[in-house]
């Protein structure tokens, strides 16, 4: 099956290892009648049983768009998955069962908020923990494919009321240009044009808007980047699980007429990508620089935090009650947005203060806070 070999598969069971609803498999060789018909991914289908045995889901539902190709945005302009109407109801294929109108109803409320940006509403119907990872994982490999169009599939839990993405891999990864690697600061914008062509038939579908919704919550990306600093950190582990599964595919791969040459060429392209990616992303953690003005008139702080993750703001004499702040912010477009912050300071000893980012756990360098003291005139 020229559509799967064991990269993706191993990005499977590595989201399935997760916790992620995922389809884990293995590569087979087929033999019928001693006759040798290619190697194919051995995976258990994501049904009600599964879901249930796996994940605890004893109540659900399945939904996805429907996949006809012979609709107008395939027929005109070549795009295949995404359709005008993948945030309608409508759309949505129908199934033989007596509770799948209901999860309809829940899906129709799902859309309506995400089409009015009604981010709180919306994260009341998924799980927040199971989304960060799903974006984690997604954003290592860069690879939008499966959260698009008639790729992207639900379970709703109707005991929960929740929605959960199906993490469906279908490509080994996808590199970042070249030109845009050290652009870091665009690090959440890049899955979302991973796969792009001249018909842009992944970055324009409209389900992709819930995803970027999701990351331009502050609290979500905060829960989506402590699990990528998870995996930074624990990359060592994250190769080896990599490692692991190909081994196990290894002795049906090189007996394979159609993978024989390119077993090898595979995974090592899956890993260099995934290598430049995690560098990216670490930038994108690590990164943080504080500016800001003390006025002398009334002793408070105008702060404005140029850092991607929250940072925590102490001092080492108790100046002044902790706080943290979420530094850049983004709209639902991803585009970056700044936040400026002001409180008052007991005294003033502006070099006691002591900046943290909340995922590292690191404090920012002196040599990148800038703090100015400013004699403020009134009008």
């Given at each position: ?27 087979k060789?087929?033999i ?10 051995f ?27 012979s ?7 070549g ?56 974006l ?24 929960s009321?929740?929605?959960?993405p199906?993490y ?37 579908s ?5 995803f ?23 990359f ?31 995974k ?6 995934i ?33 991607f ?14 706080k ?14 700044y ?17 943290i ?23």
């Amino acid at each position: 099956d020229e559509e799967c070999d064991p990269s993706v598969i191993t990005i499977n069971n590595i989201a399935n290892s997760f916790g992620l609803i995922a389809p884990k498999g293995i590569m087979k060789s087929l033999i019928i009648n001693d006759r040798n018909f290619g190697v194919y991914g051995f995976v258990e289908d994501i049904c009600k049983d599964l879901l249930y045995k796996d994940y605890k889901i004893n109540n659900c539902s399945i939904l996805s768009n429907t996949g006809d190709w012979s609709r107008k945005e395939f027929k005109s302009t070549g795009v295949r998955h995404r359709s005008d109407f993948d945030l309608y109801h409508g759309h949505i294929s129908a199934k033989n069962s007596k509770s799948h109108p209901l999860a309809l109803g829940y899906y129709k409320l799902f859309c309506e908020y995400i089409k009015s940006v009604n981010i709180k509403a919306l994260k009341e119907m998924i799980d927040l923990e199971y989304m960060g990872k799903y974006l984690a994982i997604a954003s290592i490999f860069n690879d939008v494919h499966f959260m698009t169009g008639d790729n992207l599939k639900f379970v709703f839990d109707f005991e929960s009321k929740l929605f959960y993405p199906i993490y469906r891999a279908e490509n080994k990864a996808a590199r970042i240009p070249e030109n845009k690697i050290a652009s870091f600061s665009e690090f959440n914008s890049f899955l979302f044009n991973s796969l792009d062509n001249e018909n842009k038939q992944y970055s324009t579908s409209p389900n992709l808007e819930f995803f970027k919704l999701l990351l331009s919550d502050s609290e979500l990306r905060n829960i989506r980047d402590k699990f990528l600093h998870n995996i930074i950190i624990n990359f060592d582990d994250f190769l080896f699980k990599l490692e692991s599964d190909y081994h196990k595919n290894e002795s049906v791969m090189i007996h394979s007429d159609i993978f024989n040459e390119k077993y090898k060429s595979i995974k090592k392209e899956q890993i260099s990508i995934i290598k430049q990616t995690i560098n990216v992303a670490k930038k994108y953690i690590d990164y943080g620089h504080i500016y800001g003005s003390f006025n002398l008139s009334d002793s408070t702080i105008n702060l404005i935090s140029d850092a991607f993750c929250a940072v925590k703001i102490t001092s080492k004499n108790n100046l002044f009650v902790e706080k943290i702040i979420n530094g850049i912010e983004f709209d639902k477009k991803l585009n970056i947005k700044y936040q400026y912050s002001d409180f008052k300071i007991k005294k003033h000893k502006i070099e006691d203060l002591v900046f943290i980012n909340m995922v590292t756990k690191d404090t920012i360098k002196k040599e990148h806070i800038y703090i100015n003291n400013i004699l403020e005139i009134k009008n």
